[in-house]
């Protein structure tokens, strides 16, 4: 009989892990809890509208920046939360 009194403490390890592990999952995941998007949720597609028009053509690497770009003044590109 003592000998069987052990058995069970190795088979508590495995087990202890396997069900840490899949409660862990379970709390991460939420798969039971989660939006499905594409079976829940109906989208309406509509035609494109609109125009295309040519505005400027810049031919060849010669310009190495863009026109009227922002990328140094980062204050006026920062729009505050006036709330």
Same mark, same amino acid.
């Given at each position: ?27 991460? *995941? ?8 594409? *079976? ?26 863009? *026109? ?11 729009? *505050?939360?006036?709330?």
């Amino acid at each position: 009989m003592s000998d069987d009194s052990g058995l069970w403490l190795l088979a508590a390890g495995p087990a202890g892990a396997t069900a840490l592990y899949w409660a862990l999952y379970r709390y991460y *995941r939420n798969t039971d809890k989660s939006h499905a998007f594409e *079976r829940e949720t109906e989208v309406a597609a509509k035609p494109v509208t609109g125009s295309d028009r040519l505005v400027d053509t810049v031919t060849g690497t010669q310009e190495t920046r863009i *026109r009227g770009d922002n990328v140094r003044a980062y204050r006026n590109r920062v729009m *505050r939360d006036s709330s």
